[in-house]
């Protein structure tokens, strides 16, 4: 609880000074969010035409990174090889769905790249694997296309409207 | 309704078991009545009629949202103050379910009694032995007929929000979502006497002592302190009256006890019953003598140990009951109002040139004493009157129900005070200069002339002389300087830095949209006659004298708020002034070794000086003010975008910010700036009218910022934890003064455009090939 501060005179005398609270670890905040997520809205742009999709995600240790997968003949493949400028929502409205002021989410932009093969590529598949083991089938198959997500920014959002901006 | 379930239950047929369901004083009462003790007739609404009326109304949800928008421990006791007002209004509003609205009407049928009614608040978890929360919920006394008593009880059901029970919401384990309320509704007892009784002294519950008080009427008497009681210390092992204090009520009874010894024995006898009943020290509320001795209320009593003196005890000081309020308006506008503008006025007028260093010292002494005397009087009177305006707020409320819950605000507007008087002036003196082009023009380029340091007053003041309109506006300048700016901010005396007020009244003579500072003084005045005309038709006919009395201290309240912090201003700006005579005289006889920044540890290092004279080298240290660099720290990857406040004046304004912090950002601050600050204070107010909008970290609808914001139709956004720290000069930000939103900066995706130019990577089109 803040001190009763009512107007002060000049700060140097008494009950003046700047109160400052503690300023919240929006890195951990994020953080702490995505592991308690296992699905994020993907957006993507083409046509002159935005598109949501739900997809299944893991992401690397520093935040930088994040991979997904699609099939081959979707509307959202397609999106993604027109324009890779992609922005992923991930939200705790399921944890709160009656107070809207402790749902926290997060935007996150930044660029698709698509994976074929190489380091990242086996990282990317074993991080997905290892956070949804019952999608090993469908990472596997030949119709699947593997994308990186290189991180330009997280808009984080709390208690409703309180937004920063974190780059990581 | 649920039979297991019930909305209303009869005080003489609940038992122990119920507490959960019917609270903590019902219960009590419940007990005292099976124990034989006479209690007032009547019925308990319980928790699951609180439940209802909060579910079928969502109340909860707005509960939640009210609360939940903002860190708890970022709110300020203001912004906890306007809370509780939102919930409040929303109960007020809502409708009670038909199915509650008839149970409670049959219960009263039942009662059979056309009595006035008490109603009082019975929270599962207050009164526990633990913390005694006596107070933090309301209690409504001589309530009749129906709607008066839905109403009484949606108040009471809403002080369980009250600004008071947010404040101990920890303690109280307040959930929106899990909390609840019942209320007991009884038979208001009238007997010739009444008072309260205590099991031990709660000032020293260790002592073989036990205390009796009694007023004549009402226990409410006594209880809110309208009445000063006659008071009888027992031997709380034996009974055996150790002494005896007649109440100071003036009158001819004065001297006469108003309880025999019968009497005594009786509420002593009562005290051990419940006490043993119980296993804790009671606290009684009692009325009546003899066989007509009635039980009020029992509750285990909060001895001082157990409730230390913190913040929110001095808050609760701050809500003054009607008759204390009173008497504070009555001391504050006509004792020390009046006391503290002489002080310095006279303080204004010594010559402490002529001073030698003792006479001097000692002057420097007088002004600390007098502006200590003057801080304790500010917190302890001053800031306690400032709740004139919170009982308006309140009263109006009740009365008119309005949509918006500060609609009353308006009925603040034409107030006169110095500060409208002196933005006035400074307008005026403006106005001089924009009908003046030649005139203006050399000022300015004299202000903010770019070589350079800014000339002296004198200097500008010299060549100002030689222009035709230039006399009249040297006195036009110099009266404001002398009338108004003997105060001080931020170590400096602004009547020492012409050239800072100067720029502002450039500012406000070049600015094209020129709002005009002393329409606070002047405009509105249909909507505040209209406004008043809303109140009296609410209260009805024989309430209209009572308005008139609210909204004279509200207006008072605000008013004497906004001279008091002006006037104090005086004060430190005469203890600066005598300090600056101080340093100049050692500096003259060569003892300054090192010089600092002057403050308030300055004045006693002087006073020690001109005390000492065989001291040749004296310090003077930097003292650590408000320095723009240690406010603001620079973060690299994280950046705010959006702020949350609260919505203090409505309005939306886009523009740069301009952080006043120091006396030097008076100077630099421009028209259409978005002012940045702690806390809008009275000194600064005339920097208000210029700004596009304005963001506080200090937060609240009824603060000084808020209210004048709201006059001049200045956006503001308050209550933004960090604003000074977290905003940087210059930055473009939006002010959305309707929902209480800082936007920082503009939607850029410059970042997402650039992570393309540097990785240059083939579209995915092209891997497929």
């Known amino acids: 609880m803040n001190s009763i501060d009512e107007p002060i005179f000049g700060p140097e005398f008494g009950h003046g000074g700047f109160e400052t609270s503690e300023e919240p670890d929006v890195e951990h905040s994020i953080r702490d969010l995505l592991a308690h997520q296992s699905f994020c809205v993907l957006c993507t742009q083409g046509q002159s035409q935005p598109y949501g999709s739900l997809i299944a995600f893991a992401f690397t240790d520093n935040l930088k990174t994040f991979f997904f997968t699609t099939p081959l003949a979707t509307r959202k493949f397609k999106l993604l090889s027109e324009c890779n400028r992609i922005a992923l929502v991930i939200d705790s409205r399921c944890q709160h769905p009656d107070d809207m002021t402790k749902v926290g989410a997060v935007t996150v932009t930044g660029k698709a790249e698509r994976l074929q093969s190489g380091e990242e590529f086996e990282q990317g598949i074993a991080l997905l694997k290892s956070r949804h083991p019952y999608l090993a089938h469908f990472l596997e198959s030949d119709s699947t296309a593997l994308f990186k997500v290189d991180v330009v920014r997280y808009f984080h959002v709390t208690r409703f409207q309180e937004v920063s901006q974190w780059i990581p | ?769």
């Not at chain 2, 065989?614 to 620079?634: A, F, M």
């Not at chain 2, 009218?689 to 956004?717: D, F, S």
Request: charged fraction near 30%; include cysteine; glycine fraction near 8%.
């Open chain 2, 1 to 769: 309704m649920d039979s297991l379930k019930p909305y209303v239950m009869p005080l003489n047929d609940v038992s122990e078991t119920d507490e959960k369901v019917i609270g903590g004083k019902a219960s009590k009462l419940a007990k005292l009545v099976g124990m034989g003790y006479r209690v007032p007739s009547g019925f308990c609404v319980t928790i699951y009629a609180y439940n209802h009326f909060i579910e079928t109304n969502r109340l909860d949800e707005m509960i939640a949202f009210e609360l939940g928008r903002k860190r708890f421990q970022d709110m300020r006791w203001e912004e906890i103050w306007d809370a509780a007002l939102r919930i409040r209004s929303s109960f007020l509003r809502e409708k009670i379910p038909a199915v509650i609205r008839n149970t409670i009407m049959t219960s009263l049928k039942k009662m059979g009694s056309e009595k006035p009614l008490a109603v009082r608040s019975s929270a599962p978890k207050e009164d526990t032995a633990r913390a005694s929360f006596a107070g933090l919920h309301e209690s409504y006394i001589g309530v009749t007929g129906m709607e008066d008593l839905l109403n009484s009880i949606r108040l009471v059901w809403a002080s369980l929000w009250s600004d008071a029970a947010l404040l101990y919401q920890k303690e109280l384990g307040l959930d929106p979502l899990r909390s609840s309320m019942a209320v007991v509704v009884q038979e208001l007892v009238q007997e010739d006497i009444s008072g309260v009784a205590f099991g031990c002294d709660p000032t020293a519950p260790e002592e073989d002592k036990a205390i009796i008080e009694a007023v004549p009427g009402l226990c409410q008497n006594l209880v809110d302190g309208t009445l000063d009681p006659d008071r009888w210390l027992l031997r709380k092992s034996t009974g055996e009256m150790l002494a005896f204090k007649p109440g100071d009520r003036g009158g001819a009874e004065k001297g006469t006890p108003l309880l025999e010894s019968d009497d005594l024995k009786l509420l002593y006898r009562a005290l051990q019953g419940i006490e043993t009943l119980f296993g804790w020290q009671p606290d009684l509320e009692w009325t009546g003598r003899n066989d007509r001795l009635t039980l009020l209320q029992a509750r285990p009593i909060t001895t001082s140990q157990a409730a230390p003196k913190d913040d929110k005890s001095y808050y609760l000081t701050l809500r003054p009951n009607e008759q204390n309020l009173k008497k504070l308006a009555q001391r504050v506008s006509e004792t020390l109002i009046p006391q503290l503008e002489k002080e310095g006025e006279k303080m204004a007028a010594e010559d402490l040139s002529k001073l030698n260093d003792r006479e001097l010292s000692e002057a420097i002494e007088t002004r600390q004493d007098a502006l200590e005397k003057w801080k304790k009087i500010y917190w302890d009177e001053f800031i306690p009157f400032a709740h004139g305006v919170r009982r308006l707020a309140t009263y109006y409320n009740d009365a008119v129900r309005p949509q918006d819950p500060y609609e009353f605000i308006g009925l603040l507007r034409g107030q006169a005070m110095r500060s409208t008087q002196r933005n006035r002036k400074m307008m005026e003196l403006s106005e001089v200069l924009r009908s003046d082009p030649s005139l203006l023009e050399l000022i300015r380029d004299q202000v903010f002339g770019e070589k350079g340091p800014p000339p002296s007053w004198q200097d500008v003041r010299h060549q100002i002389h030689a222009l035709p309109q230039g006399l009249n506006f040297v006195r036009g300048f110099e009266s404001l300087l002398e009338e108004y700016m003997d105060v001080s901010y931020g170590r400096a005396r602004l009547k020492d830095r012409p050239e800072l007020v100067l720029k502002t009244v450039v500012e406000m003579a070049i600015s094209k949209e020129h709002s005009v500072a002393g329409d606070q003084v002047t405009g509105g005045q249909t909507d505040v006659a209209e406004l008043e005309k809303k109140l009296f038709r609410a209260v009805g006919q024989e309430h209209i004298e009572e308005a008139k009395e609210v909204l004279r201290i509200g207006r008072m309240s605000w008013r004497l708020r906004d001279d008091d912090n002006l006037l104090l201003g005086r004060i430190e700006s005469q203890l600066l002034r005598a300090v600056h005579v101080g340093v100049e005289l050692l500096r003259s006889e060569g003892r300054l070794q090192r010089e600092g920044r002057v403050g308030e540890k300055t004045a006693n290092i002087i006073i020690a000086a001109l005390r000492n004279p065989s001291q040749k080298k004296v310090i003077i240290p930097d003292e650590n003010g408000t320095e723009r660099k240690s406010h603001h720290k620079k973060r690299k990857s994280v950046k705010s975008r959006q702020l949350i406040g609260q919505p203090a004046a409505p309005g939306l304004a886009t523009g740069p910010v301009c952080r006043v912090l120091v006396p030097e950002d008076f100077g630099a601050f421009k028209a259409g700036n978005i002012l940045v600050c702690d806390a809008i204070q009275p000194n600064m107010t005339h920097l208000v009218p210029l700004a596009g909008g304005i963001i506080e970290r200090r937060g609240g609808m009824l603060i000084h910022g808020a209210i004048i914001a709201r006059e001049l139709g200045v956006p503001c956004v308050n209550g933004v934890p960090n604003a000074v720290d977290l905003l940087e000069d210059g930055e473009l930000v939006t002010v959305d003064g309707h929902l209480g939103i800082v936007t920082v900066g503009e939607p850029e995706f410059d970042l997402e455009r650039d992570i393309n130019k540097i990785y240059l990577h083939p579209k995915v089109s092209d891997l497929l090939k």
